[in-house]
């Protein structure tokens, strides 16, 4: 009988690490705070890292309308509508408090940016509805080839964004992606390493290059993350609750209410507005890192039981 030695238990662990999207968000803030000189060295990589990060995570995504419309129609709109007209609208709502420049302007690409592909695992972890967030994030990326540049320009138009630029990157950023994802899902790969790469080269660039930039807009711009996130699904969790929704239903609409792919509008900001549009995307991190852990405790604890 095989019995694995220190150095092959130590891969093991290495690579358990390297799977693990907290440690790495951990890691890569550190580094990012610690080491911030390389950030610009890797901030020519945010773009191929985001575009190889998206085409694995929309690999579980079926993209198909007819899939969609042959499923829950009516649970996909409302999770489209909780994401993109409750969470967006509360994000542009609370950008408006801030100067104009680039701190607002990151908030408003985030509120333009399709839901977090990362609310297909959490529903899953969280006990809800898989099949009603999977459809549901099928349209929300169908939905966002339009929604995302046409926000974008909407509130930033006089800052000399040209609408034809915005319909390059969304292209680039979410419907090459989402092709490629469809090739990459018949593989026999584990899509958790490249995601977990890709995220680290995001994020670290992102508190790198604004490492000094943190600290002096915290006041400014952590309770808007922190009130777009817990703000916006707490409403959606106490609106399921007074409506008597189902439990795994209600699951799925509280991460589309609270939830961003703030890679996608960390790495958006950065190429429109400069790296300060990147710190908004850095501070929701966090927060949505936070409401994760409070509705892993709450639910079926205190809340939707």
């Not at 999207?21 to 610690?34: D, K, Q, R, V």
């Not at 994000?91 to 297909?120: D, H, K, Q, S």
Request: with cysteine; hydrophobic share 55%; glycine share 8%.
């Amino acid at each position: 009988m095989h019995r694995p030695g220190a150095a092959e238990k130590a891969a093991r662990y290495a690579l358990r690490l390297l799977k693990s999207t907290s440690f790495i968000f951990i890691l890569s803030i550190f580094f990012g705070l610690a080491f911030p000189g390389t950030a610009k060295h890797t901030m020519p990589l945010i773009t191929p890292a985001l575009l190889i990060m998206m085409a694995f995570s929309l690999t579980e995504v079926r993209l198909d309308l007819k899939s969609i419309c042959g499923a829950t129609i009516r649970g996909s709109v409302l999770g489209l509508a909780l994401n993109y007209c409750l969470l967006s609208g509360l994000i542009l709502l609370l950008a408006w408090t801030l100067p104009e420049g680039a701190l607002r302007n990151g908030f408003i690409v985030m509120a333009a940016a399709p839901p977090a592909v990362a609310v297909l695992p959490m529903t899953k972890l969280l006990n809800g509805d898989v099949r009603l967030s999977l459809y549901a994030e099928s349209l929300s990326y169908l939905s966002s080839l339009v929604l995302m540049p046409a926000i974008i320009f909407v509130y930033t138009s006089q800052t000399g964004v040209r609408v034809g630029y915005l319909v390059q990157i969304s292209l680039l950023m979410i419907l090459l992606p989402a092709i490629a994802s469809r090739y990459l899902r018949r593989l026999p790969l584990d899509s958790l390493l490249p995601i977990n790469l890709g995220f680290f080269c995001v994020t670290y660039t992102v508190v790198g290059l604004n490492q000094g930039a943190l600290w002096a807009e915290i006041g400014s711009v952590a309770w808007i993350a922190l009130a777009r996130t817990f703000a916006a699904g707490l409403m959606v969790i106490a609106a399921s609750i007074a409506l008597g929704i189902r439990r795994e239903q209600a699951i799925s609409y509280t991460l589309f209410g609270s939830y961003k792919n703030l890679g996608l509008a960390a790495a958006v900001a950065l190429m429109l507005f400069g790296p300060e549009a990147g710190i908004p995307a850095a501070f929701c991190v966090l927060a949505e890192s936070g409401f994760f852990l409070f509705l892993s405790i709450a639910i079926g604890r205190v809340i939707l039981k």
